[in-house]
């Protein structure tokens, strides 16, 4: 039971990448799929998340109009389109996994209860 995250690299700022969390023995119904990222030295926080069921999505202020978080049913995988990267956008990417987690909530990385191992983006200047 496991998330796997991955499409991390290295990039010039204003490039893009995309990251893909997918999921093996693990369900996404009934679920939020969240990316969080943390930067060296910084907290983790939160960056975009999906509901699974009706495709509400949010997102942080500083990736919005940059960043697009979407999910494919079939493939039951999560992708994080990521737009005119800065530098400051370098960091450990994580997805997860929250069951039932209410709208309000959707941004706090304690109500998710399945996490991926986390991968590198640097975006250089």
């Known amino acids: 039971v496991q998330l796997q995250a991955f499409g991390g690299g290295l990039v010039q700022a204003g490039g893009y990448l995309r990251l893909s969390c997918a999921a093996s023995?693990?369900?996404?119904?009934?679920?939020?799929v969240g990316w969080f990222r943390q930067a060296p030295g910084k907290e983790r926080e939160f960056v975009a998340a999906?509901?699974?069921?009706?495709?509400?999505?949010r997102y942080a202020d500083d990736v919005k109009g940059r960043f697009t978080i979407s999910r494919d049913n079939a493939r039951n995988t999560v992708y994080l389109q990521m737009m005119s990267l800065k530098p400051e956008d370098t960091a450990v990417y994580y997805c997860?996994?929250?069951?039932?987690?209410?709208?309000?909530?959707?941004?706090?990385?304690?109500?998710?209860?399945?996490w991926g191992q986390g991968t590198l983006v640097t975006v250089s200047s």
């Open positions: 997860a996994r929250g069951r039932s987690v209410a709208y309000y909530a959707i941004s706090r990385n304690d109500v998710y209860d399945a």
């Open positions: 023995g693990l369900s996404f119904s009934n679920s939020v």
């Open positions: 999906i509901r699974w069921g009706d495709g509400t999505t």
